[in-house]
């Protein structure tokens, strides 16, 4: 066996290239596919229509020549959508696939959760669309500031327009998160391919923050402006794209640690390293056969 020198990978190990790790069978491969699918679809579906904000007042006031009023509003606080708080997960799983089993299985599953990002949006359309029944009852409709609104019109009336606000989406947007995550999982998964074969496995760190700074990056750039330029002021694009790119890419740091376990505990279990010397990167390439 070929020694890798990736550094959260024993020593023992078989390195393969990227069209025999495409054929092979992995034992635990369909997890990591499962994860990163739900993660990916939760994170969109629960977070993304929440705005939340944080203090950062006390970094203002210790920092008072850094171009604060680009970040930050007058009470010194940073808003960003709730759903960048587990987003970013995506990623970092997207680069454990890749580092784990080749390029040619991360593709997979950015397809797998293209496709299923897809049905999410047809199915919220649908069933956001369908009348709702007078009678139906939710935890607003039996909330007493809102009892005034079920007397003039109904429960289901209430209940129906938080259940849009919450699941509802214009096309704008659902077109913006489908691009977004596709052209920058595509992007990260291919520069983390690249520099893996570059660096001889080597420094695990660098590639996993390397890749996310350029696909999460291409991400930003392909959302927010075709989501809202126009609708929001152009500032405020430029402000909440480069605030959450940043965020983002900042939560690839924090979870290094994650990472190298994660990418450990997965190469000791399959008992092979993949190297994509081997590998067709287009996005529409079919799987090597067998």
């Known amino acids: 066996m070929q020694q890798s020198s990736s550094s959260p990978a024993p020593a023992s190990l078989a390195r393969l290239d990227g069209r025999s790790g495409a054929r092979r069978h992995f034992r635990l491969f369909d997890y990591a596919m499962v994860a990163f699918v739900a993660i990916l679809l939760l994170s969109n579906l629960i977070g993304a229509a929440k705005l939340s904000w944080i203090d950062v007042s006390g970094a203002v006031s210790a920092t008072p020549w850094l171009p604060w009023h680009w970040l930050v509003n007058d009470s010194g606080k940073m808003l960003f959508g709730a759903g960048i708080l587990f987003f970013p997960v995506s990623y970092v799983l997207g680069d454990v696939l890749t580092e784990v089993y080749g390029y040619a299985n991360a593709r997979r599953c950015v397809w797998a959760g293209f496709f299923a990002l897809i049905f ?62 596709w052209a920058g999982e595509f992007v990260n998964s291919f520069v983390l391919a690249r520099m893996k074969v570059m660096t001889e496995g080597r420094f695990l760190w660098m590639r996993t923050i390397g890749s996310t700074v350029f696909g999460e990056g291409v991400d930003s750039l392909i959302f927010y402006p075709v989501a809202f330029l126009g609708t929001w002021e152009t500032h405020s694009v430029v402000v909440v794209m480069v605030t959450n790119w940043a965020l983002k890419v900042t939560w690839e740091v924090v979870l290094t640690p994650v990472t190298y376990a994660v990418v450990g505990f997965l190469k000791r279990h399959e008992g092979v390293d993949v190297f994509d010397d081997n590998t067709d990167f287009s996005p529409f390439a079919k799987a090597p056969v067998a």
């Open 120 to 181: 999410m949006a047809f199915m919220s359309f649908v069933v956001v669309a369908m009348p709702s029944a007078a009678e139906w009852g939710c935890a607003q409709s039996g909330d007493p500031a809102y009892a005034g609104l079920v007397r003039a019109s109904s429960a289901g009336a209430v209940c129906q327009s938080t259940y849009v606000s919450v699941f509802g989406s214009t096309w704008r947007i659902v077109l913006a998160s489908l691009l977004a995550f």
